[in-house]
């Protein structure tokens, strides 16, 4: 298992290991580095990728630097490794969403964590990352996702996850192949206020947007995340009428 890195927004750097037995055609799990004064690790992977995952940072940097460790929802894929890096990185505190502190790190994590409010943001010397709440968007009550305002990327967790192995960072399509995922998979928890929640983080005008599984997209985000949006709203639409 190998994790390779790419870096796909100045001093951002993507943390991808494929593992080509998940799904049909093999399935990427993709952590982010933020390298500032205070470096921030955005998702932790599961605990059998932390040997490939923490030797992809230590080719960045020295993991006993890392200050944050953020993620968007429990889940193993987000923070299943998160004893392990907090281990490994004596200074790191790991940081979420009030419900998230509330429901399952005030109790669970090694050490306590930090709560940020939504729309609170954390300075992390030269990047600044802003906390979104985005209560179930992809899924999962505690759900959240950071905004970084120097680069304009937005850590998107689950949102256009999609199959396979594609390049690290692309301004072509990944509405179709995150489409395809979505009927293949139904990932997203569909509420009346999924739409809602990613217009919102479309008026950010995020210039690249980290996806979590497949490629990250490069370019003007806001129109991508919009159609997002349109499709989540039909998709509820076509569940209401196939229910009535
Ligand atoms: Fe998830
Ligand atoms: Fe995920």
């Keep these: 298992m190998e994790t390779r890195v790419d870096e796909i927004a100045e001093r951002i750097y993507r943390l991808s290991t494929f593992l080509p037995a998940v799904g049909p055609s093999g399935f ?3 952590q982010f580095l933020v390298d500032a004064e205070e470096p921030l ?8 990728l932390f040997p490939a995952v923490s030797q992809a940072v230590a080719r960045v940097m020295d993991l006993r630097r890392l200050r944050w460790i953020a993620f968007s929802h429990i889940e193993a894929d987000e923070c299943g490794a998160l004893g392990e890096w907090l281990a490994a990185a004596p200074s790191a505190t790991v940081t979420h969403g009030a419900i998230g502190c509330a429901i399952w790190l005030n109790d669970q994590a090694p050490r306590p964590p930090r709560a940020l409010a939504n729309g609170e943001v954390l300075d992390l010397g030269g990047r600044r990352v802003q906390r979104l709440d985005t209560p179930h968007v992809p899924h999962c009550w505690d759900a959240g996702l950071l905004h970084e305002e120097v680069t304009g990327t937005l850590f998107c967790s689950d949102l256009f996850t999609h199959v396979g192995d594609p390049p690290a960072l692309t301004d072509g399509d990944i509405l179709g192949p995150a489409m395809a995922a979505e009927a293949q998979f139904g990932y997203t928890a569909v509420t009346p206020a999924t739409g809602a929640t990613i217009r919102r983080l479309a008026k950010l005008g995020p210039r690249t947007l980290a996806v979590m599984h ?4 490069t370019g003007e985000a806001a129109p991508v995340l919009e159609t997002l949006a349109r499709f989540y709203d039909d998709l509820l639409q076509k569940g209401a009428v196939s229910r009535s």
């Excluded at 690790?41 to 059998?48: E, I, N, P, S, Y």
């Excluded at 497949?214 to 997209?217: A, E, I, P, V």
């Design 28 to 30: 990427t799990f993709n």
């Design 41 to 48: 690790l955005f998702h932790c992977g599961q605990r059998a």
């Design 214 to 217: 497949g490629s990250s997209f």
